[in-house]
């Protein structure tokens, strides 16, 4: 199993970036997929999560309105739309599947998630 992150880069504060991962050696299907972030000597947070598949969306108050994440089960790719960019979202972004669908109080930890991506890095300058 395999997930591969993509979409990281320098964006001045207010713009925006398209972070993708595709999954290799498992399916989608209703598993939960999420999205964490680490900044520079900080704890790996929760960003946003697609708890099964459909419309079940939650986000970290922090990223609440300016992020989303969508889902292309058919592709086995997981997405997060990054707006309206500040310096405090700078980080590394890691996807992550879970073993299956996950209810909402269990979405927001990372031991719910069995599979990682290797992270690709957001920095956004002021």
């Known amino acids: 199993v395999q997930l591969q992150a993509s979409g990281g880069g320098l964006v001045q504060a207010g713009g925006s970036l398209r972070l993708s991962c595709v999954a290799s050696?498992?399916?989608?299907?209703?598993?939960?997929l999420a999205w964490f972030r680490q900044a520079p000597g900080k704890e790996r947070e929760f960003v946003a999560a697609?708890?099964?598949?459909?419309?079940?969306?939650n986000y970290a108050d922090s990223v609440k309105g300016r992020f989303a994440i969508s889902r292309d089960n058919g592709k086995n790719t997981v997405y997060l739309q990054l707006n309206s960019l500040k310096p405090e979202d700078t980080g590394v972004y890691y996807c992550?599947?879970?073993?299956?669908?996950?209810?909402?109080?269990?979405?927001?930890?990372?031991?719910?998630?069995?599979?990682w991506g290797q992270g690709t890095l957001v920095t956004v300058s002021s």
């Open positions: 050696g498992l399916t989608f299907g209703s598993r939960a």
């Open positions: 992550a599947a879970a073993r299956s669908g996950l209810i909402l109080s269990s979405v927001w930890s990372e031991y719910e998630y069995s599979y």
């Open positions: 697609s708890r099964r598949s459909g419309a079940t969306f």
